[in-house]
T-cell receptor, first 116, second 117 residues
Framework: DVKVTQSSRYLVKRTGEKVFLECVQD?????MFWYRQDPGLGLRLIYFSYDVKMKEKGDIPEGYSVSREKKERFSLILESASTNQTSMYLC???????????????FGEGSWLTVV | AQKITQTQPGMFVQEKEAVTLDCTYDTSDPSYGLFWYKQPSSGEMIFLIY??????QNATEGRYSLNFQKARKSANLVISASQLGDSAMYFCAMRSLFSGGYNKLIFGAGTRLAVHP
């Protein structure tokens, strides 16, 4: 089974703190993603990475950065956490299979971040 | 711009009955894929079913089927013989199959399904 593991399920951080959310996948997938989930808004893409050291902005990258130094690990960084970043964060990974749209994106269990 | 609309914030169904969760989408891309995910209270997103825009038949996966009406741009999920374990949040999502949008999965706001005994 594909396993996407997020290091922290629940975090409480103070405004202005630097926050790291870690994600590891064990299937040698090229593509990894960070989404945030808010009630009534569904999931919104923050950043994705298509290879080691390669990244692209998603729909809501402001206030976030990412790091992908190893293929299996994709980190989301909040340089200076703010209360409007209180949310559920979901990491995902996908194998790159050319020409097949049905390749599945696998998600982790989510990290609930509260910024006070 | 691409968009997914799920108009039902919540749905109730009696155990063993069928239920339809609505999803409409908007895209100008001729080639795209549609997904349904289930999110139980534990938080993980579970892939349920996929429909490609050029697939001739509606997708089915066990008790899940996708009622795909391309002209209406709708991709409703049908769950037959509902079970208590089906109670969860359900998300419809879409991805363009052009290279520019290939990595981007657009999600709807979700529908919360409650199955009653």
């Amino acid at each position: 089974d594909v396993k996407v593991t997020q290091s922290s399920r629940y975090l409480v951080k103070r405004t202005g703190e630097k926050v790291f959310l870690e994600c590891v996948q064990d299937m040698d997938h090229e593509n990894m993603f960070w989404y945030r989930q808010d009630p009534g808004l569904g999931l919104r893409l923050i950043y994705f990475s298509y290879d080691v050291k390669m990244k692209e902005k998603g729909d809501i990258p402001e206030g976030y950065s990412v790091s992908r130094e190893k293929k299996e690990r994709f980190s989301l960084i909040l340089e200076s956490a703010s209360t409007n970043q209180t949310s559920m964060y979901l990491c995902a990974s996908r194998a790159r299979i050319a020409g097949q749209g049905r390749d599945t994106i696998y998600f982790g269990e989510g990290s609930w971040l509260t910024v006070v | 711009a691409q968009k997914i609309t799920q108009t039902q914030p919540g749905m109730f169904v009696q155990e063993k009955e069928a239920v339809t969760l609505d999803c409409t989408y908007d895209t100008s891309d001729p080639s795209y894929g549609l997904f349904w995910y289930k999110q139980p209270s534990s938080g993980e997103m579970i892939f349920l079913i996929y429909q490609g825009s050029y697939d001739q038949q509606n997708a089915t996966e066990g008790r899940y089927s996708l009622n795909f009406q391309k002209a209406r741009k709708s991709a409703n999920l049908v769950i037959s013989a509902s079970q208590l374990g089906d109670s969860a949040m359900y998300f419809c999502a879409m991805r363009s199959l052009f290279s520019g949008g290939y990595n981007k999965l657009i999600f709807g706001a979700g529908t919360r399904l409650a199955v009653h005994p």
